[in-house]
């Protein structure tokens, strides 16, 4: 199960399996304990949660304890953030892409054409926009998809892909900017920061200059 990280998810199992109401039910995930509670509309116990912010595969555990004192555990594994990414080639290096705009579409089986993707109907936004790390993430249903990322009008369209159970977009995408856009993203230091690199680069020209200065000024009280 691929899931994205610190993302919320809803563990429901139906009241229904059941044959008498269970005394206590956990779910434990990352060394957190959540407790499952009686959902009367959607008939389910259910525990709501989120993932772990941080990358990785996690056991967790759901434990059952029945009114008699009897305990029956069910474990499983969850891989958190197996993220998409937005990146620019640079000497054979990745270089990530922040505040890119990536649109997914899907081909609309009752019209046959390729639309944008309705992910306000999966609580989701679309387009989404790449954060710091360059990461993005779709969540979807079975269907025939394909990418597009907008950044600094520069656009890049992957190919078509398909998915045939729920799954989690996360293609790794390049996008081929020029290399004054790609520094042009980069964040720009405040004024006193910049001061001080500049001063940390230049130093030793910089301890010179006043060395020089100061000599200058010592010959000139001796020959008073």
Request: aromatic residues 12%.
């Amino acid at each position: 199960m691929d899931l994205v990280k610190n993302s919320p998810l809803t563990i429901s199992i139906p009241i229904s399996l059941f044959k008498k109401p269970p005394k206590v039910m956990v779910f434990t995930i990352d060394n957190s304990a959540y407790l499952f509670k009686e959902n009367k509309q959607t008939k389910n116990y259910e525990a709501s949660f989120l993932l772990p912010d941080k990358k990785g595969k996690f056991e967790f555990e759901i434990l059952i304890q029945d009114k008699d004192g009897v305990v029956t555990r069910q474990s499983a594994n969850i891989n958190v953030d197996p993220s998409g990414y937005v990146f620019k080639k640079v000497d054979d290096q990745e270089l990530r892409i922040n505040e890119a705009k990536v649109f997914l579409y899907y081909l609309n089986p009752q019209s046959g054409q390729f639309e944008l993707w309705p992910a306000s109907l999966y609580n989701q936004i679309n387009p989404v926009v790449t954060d710091e790390s360059g990461e993005y993430n779709f969540y979807v249903p079975p269907g025939k998809y394909y990418l597009e990322v907008l950044k600094d009008g520069v656009k890049e369209k992957t190919g078509e892909f398909e998915i045939s159970n729920q799954a989690l977009v996360n293609n790794k995408i390049e996008l081929k900017l020029p290399d004054f856009q790609v520094a042009a993203s980069a964040k720009t230091p405040s004024a006193p920061n910049f001061i001080l690199l500049f001063i940390k680069s230049y130093w030793e020209i910089f301890a010179a200059a006043v060395l020089l200065v100061l000599l200058l000024i010592i010959k000139l009280i001796f020959r008073k």
